[in-house]
């Protein structure tokens, strides 16, 4: 489903150095593909697909934040334009990641 992935992405040992590349890998479109067709085909139970939801989620902001050239046919890896549907998105991911945010008080 995902060949790059191996035990090593999943299974981070404590204190090890944060690594963008391998979130990215984890949190891909190929991945969020691989769990939605392993739920379709019943191998995943179907909640798994809010897990596939929120990991193709992951992969569009990181291609939102690693725009590389003026144009794309993929969505969201293009520079922001003022007609977009990516502050759209970044506003709804921004309330669906709200409640996994921890506020420090002092």
């Known amino acids: 489903m995902a060949p790059k992935l191996t ?3 999943i299974e981070v040992p404590v ?3 944060l ?3 391998l979130a990215a890998q984890v949190l891909s479109h ?3 593909t691989g769990i939605a ?3 379709q085909t019943g191998i995943f139970p179907a909640i798994y697909m809010a897990t596939s939801k929120f990991v193709q989620g ?3 902001l990181f291609n939102i934040f690693k725009v590389t050239g003026r144009r794309s046919k993929a969505a969201f890896k293009y520079p922001i334009p003022n007609s977009s549907s990516h502050i759209t998105f970044l506003l709804e991911s921004r309330n669906g990641l709200e409640p996994f945010s921890t506020v420090l008080k002092m």
Do not use: Q, Y
């Open 15 to 17: 204190f090890s150095k």
């Open 37 to 39: 067709f392993l739920c």
């Open 19 to 21: 690594r963008v590349n």
């Open 30 to 32: 190929s991945a969020a």
């Open 58 to 60: 992951f992969d569009s």
């Open 7 to 9: 035990k090593k992405f």
